[in-house]
């Protein structure tokens, strides 16, 4: 729990993030400080309309380009104060415009970011391989 693996797919960062149970149990703290906390205004596939914004909850799988101008946040997990934030519960920052977003791509009101990460479409082989740029089986 805690590590992001990076990969490149279509020309684009896509962040694997393995969550711990204590991050999922923070999400709904942050709700009344995110922009779209149920991401109904989101890219995402309709999969991922869940508070996790998951498949599985404990994986995230997000593209990592910032919504405002395509720059790659951070990924900041530690718990507390922050120089940007200080009541932080994890998430990604982006230090370039100081946009941030919560352990499941979702942005915070007052920052330049418009939109929570995307989701890209995303599936699991078997219990250890995702595929990425296809939906699961029977979803839309």
């Not at 709700?31 to 869940?50: C, G, I, V």
């Not at 507390?80 to 370039?96: E, K, T």
């Not at 942005?107 to 990425?132: E, F, H, M, R």
């Amino acid at each position: 729990p805690g590590q992001l693996l990076k990969v490149q797919w279509r020309g684009q960062t896509i962040g694997i993030l393995r969550r711990s149970e204590e991050s999922l149990g923070l999400l709904p703290q942050n709700d009344n400080s995110l922009r779209d906390p149920e991401s109904a205004e989101s890219d995402q596939p309709q999969f991922a309309q869940n508070v996790a914004r998951a498949l599985r909850p404990e994986y995230l799988v997000v593209n990592m380009h910032c919504t405002h101008l395509g720059c790659v946040p951070q990924l900041v997990p530690e718990v507390g104060s922050q120089p940007f934030d200080d009541s932080w519960n994890g998430g990604f920052f982006c230090p370039c415009h100081k946009s941030k977003f919560d352990m499941a791509g979702r942005v915070y009101k007052g920052v330049p970011a418009p939109a929570n990460l995307k989701i890209p479409p995303y599936s699991y082989l078997d219990d250890t391989t995702i595929v990425i740029g296809v939906n699961p089986e029977g979803a839309v």
